[in-house]
């Protein structure tokens, strides 16, 4: 059994996606072992207090320095003893010494495809206000180990999505949503929990 932690900042669809995907068995072998929030605020932690998901908030306003609150969130994830962490809409920079001791097994969903729209400054409605002043026809949704970089890890899964005359960064980030991220997260975590990713390098290697 996958022992999943899920680290969330905002609404929380992607983790509800994994909820939901656990139940219908969209995932399998995989149980979600706790909720990690930044913010207190998070209408995430509500859906994981309503599946009876042990969560946390762990928010930088509570502490000194970033050295401190770092420690306080690597602790916390560690308190749940995940084989895996599920950044999904988790909008803070990941301390070093988590990206080391999560090495390959830590994933983040990214709303574009990257390369295209991604790195320092590209989370969340940004990503797709830039694609549309680009004027890109299609966008999507990326899965991903995460690694020192900016969005720069082994890629896992990426899903097209198409732009529609009228769109606006809203009905775009909506549709990478439904079409692409609530899709490749769960197929993403059952791979892994079913031992069909493997890391070569800088690439992954799908296994039958
Ligand atoms: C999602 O679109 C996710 O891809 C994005 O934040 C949103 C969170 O929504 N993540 C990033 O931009 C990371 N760079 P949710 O809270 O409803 O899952």
């Known amino acids: 059994m996958l022992k999943v932690v899920v680290m969330v900042s905002g609404g929380g669809t992607n983790l509800q996606a994994i909820i939901d995907s656990v139940k219908d068995k969209t995932i399998t072998n995989t149980q979600i072992v706790g909720v990690i929030s930044n913010n207190k605020n998070a209408y995430a932690l509500k ?6 998901i042990p969560s946390k908030c762990i928010s930088p306003k509570d502490y000194e320095t970033r050295e401190v609150f770092n420690e306080k969130l690597l602790e916390a994830v560690k308190g749940y003893g995940p084989d895996l962490v599920v950044l999904a809409g988790f ?17 983040n969903i990214h709303p574009s495809l990257i390369p295209s729209f991604c790195g320092t400054g590209y989370y969340g409605l940004k990503v797709h206000e830039a694609a549309l002043e680009r004027g ?25 999505v198409e732009v529609e005359q009228g769109d606006v960064p809203e009905t775009l980030q909506r549709r990478v949503m439904e079409q692409a991220e609530w899709k490749i997260l769960p197929c993403a975590i059952d791979l892994i929990a079913n031992g069909r990713v493997k890391v070569e390098e800088n690439r992954t290697v799908i296994l039958p």
């Open 47 to 52: 859906r994981a207090e309503e599946n009876g």
């Open 91 to 107: 909008l803070v920079v990941i301390p070093p010494a988590m990206i080391a001791e999560y090495r390959n097994r830590m994933i």
């Open 136 to 160: 890109v026809k299609v966008v999507g949704a990326t899965v991903h180990f995460v690694d020192e970089g900016t969005d720069t890890g082994p890629i896992i899964l990426q899903k097209a």
